[in-house]
């Protein structure tokens, strides 16, 4: 086979500018003259069994080259006939980020402002309204608001459609775009205008940016003996702080049963969802992961023995929940460790690798898919929930409803008396035993007021049925270690 000859057209001979970075710009993404030299003359006929992975690939390279001429060819006529004179640093990165666009949603060329912003998002503290969004058919689209912030108060849901950011349509935005403008100085002001799902009017809301704070876990008890742990997003120092919750709910009582709420939950880091869920398994595979290339390919073992989180465990989900979060909700499923409750999750089920890039610009670049204990792929489809609960708004007038008074045997005249109170001999006050308290007790404002959690309990069908769910595995795991029970009870004697 001859070497394959490409004339390079007039207009680009006659780009001078640019000229050198055209050229570069072929050196670095492929060997011109490598190229050429690395295509064979015909083979003889007895090897030509073993010539067709070869010739795919030679094709495929000389199918790019002939793309890059294309390129070149484009940047030398907006050099020598645009209407204004180029920038071509802002050109090409322009044709860089559309390049990786055309990929999928998450994939994004950063700028060194923009890598930065990121770095710091799963470090520290950033300033924004506090929602993640991604592209879902053409569309910025709300994967969560991170709870908390201006935009969960404001009222912004999963799966909203941003149409416009400060009047500006953001049809042509991608994802980093829309990040940009939707950022800025804390107490600054943005108008965005969306559409949600069965409504066909926009509604526009004006949010005061704020700090998006970097703490992503917060924790109570709901009833004594069962702990409510809410995950916002998983950031450098999520484990560290789930194990210091937990800690110093320990050191408040111990803890018979969990619910953890991965709601409106966005992701974040793979190895801080990895760890959380090694909190909660002491064996078996956590997630898997596998890309184009054998070196991609990798399986995260939950540690043998090392977790003593074996109480009941309720996890809540919704279609806010994506990624790092549907990769511990994943986990659990799948090892049969908790019950999932709620609605269908986003369904992120690919890897997103950060790569530096000179002058501090940077990639985010899928790598790789994600795969659950059980070997299922939830991209684009969603984990299911074990128990399907469907969020129901909540509205004043079931809160008056609520209120209405009940008839009840107290309620009746002359009614007779309860000897004891109400309290059972089995659990009639008894001496304690002072135990060492190991973590530092937490401050009266650490823990919200019985009574805002008992309102959150009226407000949120979801957290109400995990409960339920939550008190009938106890119950039952009760009944079926009467021993234990009875064990616990001759201690408890004075």
Do not use: C
């Amino acid at each position: 086979m001859s070497r394959p000859r490409i004339s390079r057209p007039k207009t680009l001979r006659a780009a001078r500018n640019g000229w050198s970075i055209i050229l570069i710009t072929l050196a670095l993404l492929i060997p011109v003259q490598a190229l050429a030299e690395s295509m064979p003359a015909s083979p003889p006929a007895s090897e030509s069994g073993s010539e067709s992975a070869s010739d795919s690939s030679e094709s495929r390279k000389l199918e790019t080259y002939q793309q890059l001429e294309i390129f070149a060819n484009v940047l030398g006529l907006l050099e020598d006939s645009y209407v204004e004179e180029i920038k071509i640093k802002e050109v090409l990165e322009g044709a860089i980020s559309g390049m990786l666009h055309a990929l999928d949603p998450h994939s994004s060329y950063m700028t060194a402002d923009e890598f930065k912003e990121l770095q710091e998002e799963t470090r520290g503290s950033f300033t924004g309204i506090g929602i993640e969004i991604t592209i879902i058919g053409g569309m910025i689209t709300v994967v969560s608001p991170i709870e908390g912030t201006p935009a969960d108060r404001a009222g912004l849901q999963a799966k909203d459609i941003i149409v416009k950011i400060d009047g500006q349509e953001t049809s042509e935005m991608t994802p980093t775009e829309a990040v940009k403008k939707l950022r800025g100085p804390t107490g600054s002001t943005v108008t965005i205008s969306i559409l949600r799902q069965g409504s066909k009017e926009l509604q526009d809301f004006t949010l005061t940016r704020d700090v998006i704070p970097l703490y992503s876990v917060k924790s109570f008890f709901l009833e004594p003996g069962l702990a409510y742990v809410r995950i916002t997003n998983f950031q450098a120092q999520t484990t560290s702080d789930l194990e210091e919750e937990l800690a110093s709910l320990r050191s408040e009582q111990a803890i018979k049963g969990m619910v953890l709420d991965l709601r409106n939950n966005p992701g974040g880091l793979l190895d801080q969802a990895i760890s959380i869920s090694d909190l909660f398994l002491d064996r078996g595979l956590i997630v898997s992961t596998r890309g184009r290339h054998e070196q991609q390919a990798m399986s995260f073992e939950a540690e043998q023995g090392a977790s003593d989180n074996t109480f009941p465990l309720v996890v809540l989900i919704n279609e806010g929940s994506a990624s790092a979060a549907e990769i511990v909700a994943g986990a659990i499923q799948d090892q049969k460790r908790g019950i999932l409750v709620g609605s269908k999750s986003f369904g992120k089920g690919s890897v997103q690798t950060l790569i530096p890039m000179p002058e501090g610009t940077g990639l985010r670049l899928t790598t790789a898919r994600y795969y659950t204990p059980s070997g299922r792929s939830i991209q684009a489809t969603g984990i299911s929930p074990d128990v399907e609960v469907p969020f129901l708004p909540y509205h004043e007038e079931d809160e008056a409803a609520g209120q209405a008074e009940t008839l009840r045997e107290v309620n009746l005249p002359k009614h007779i008396p309860n000897p004891t109170n109400g309290t059972s001999p089995e659990t009639l006050p008894r001496t304690k035993v002072k135990t060492k308290i190991t973590a530092k007790p937490p401050s009266d404002s650490d823990r919200p007021d019985p009574k805002l959690i008992r309102r959150q309990l009226q407000r949120d069908n979801q957290l109400r049925s995990a409960l339920n769910i939550l008190k009938s595995l106890n119950l039952y795991n009760e009944f079926h270690q009467p021993e234990a029970h009875q064990a616990r009870n001759t201690r408890d004697q004075p």
